[in-house]
């Protein structure tokens, strides 16, 4: 941290002396910061242990958080973050940050999405950290059916479980299938682009360009005439 912070000092010494000569925007930019990354861990050096918010760990990218995932092989992931809503294979982006969120939060706010533009919600399949206490009374007051693990002495009735293991297996498939589609063929599984706006950019084209290949398929199945079987 001593020869980090001499070097900007020095670094500062030269800029101020040629008036900022000889670096453009983009070193301007960096040189903020490495400024800002020996502050914060000065901070941490000052403060064991403790977080730091917004806690710059790259420099090409210094918008770029780490997300804990508590996955085995990815304990640990960098990237942007997105809520998904899906309705009938297609996906919405509900909220998309570099920072992470509590995504389970968001369920009322999805239901109301949906309520806006295709109508009240009457089934819904999630992962089980949507399965909160406030979540479930939210779902009942709805008369909204999932796929959440029971809870309580009352059991589901057969048909109630049929619907529950459909919604559980419809997620597990179609809604998962289509994250493994946008990442595979639609250039998200590795963002080529630099800088936050565009890597923004470019997972909302890469979601809209799924969509909008699925629904010219279903299009032009439904326009498609049946075949004929020949006597």
Known sequence: MYLLNKGIEQLQEVLDKNKGAGLDLKDFSRFGVI????????????NPPSKLKDRI???HKPYLRPIVRGKENKPVEFGAKAHILQVDGLAFIDKLDFNAF?????????????????????QLG??????????????????????????????????????????????ATVMEGVF????????????????????????????MSANAVLIAKRRAAKESPPLQQSA
């Open 57 to 59: 760990v790259s420099l």
């Open 126 to 171: 999630a992962d089980r950290i949507y399965a909160t206490n406030k979540n479930r009374v939210f779902c009942t007051q709805q008369k909204i059916f999932t796929c959440f693990p029971k809870k309580g002495p009352k059991q589901l009735s057969k048909a109630e479980k049929v619907l529950s293991s459909e919604i559980s297996r419809q997620r």
């Open 35 to 46: 400024k800002k990354v020996c502050q914060q861990q000065e901070f941490l050096l000052d």
């Open 102 to 122: 509590n995504e389970c939060t968001r369920l009322k706010l999805s239901v109301a999405k949906h309520k806006r533009f295709f109508g009240p919600a009457r």
């Open 180 to 207: 493994g589609t946008n990442k595979n063929h639609y250039g998200l599984g590795k963002i080529k682009v630099k800088g936050e706006k565009r890597e923004k950019l470019m997972i909302f084209f890469g979601i």
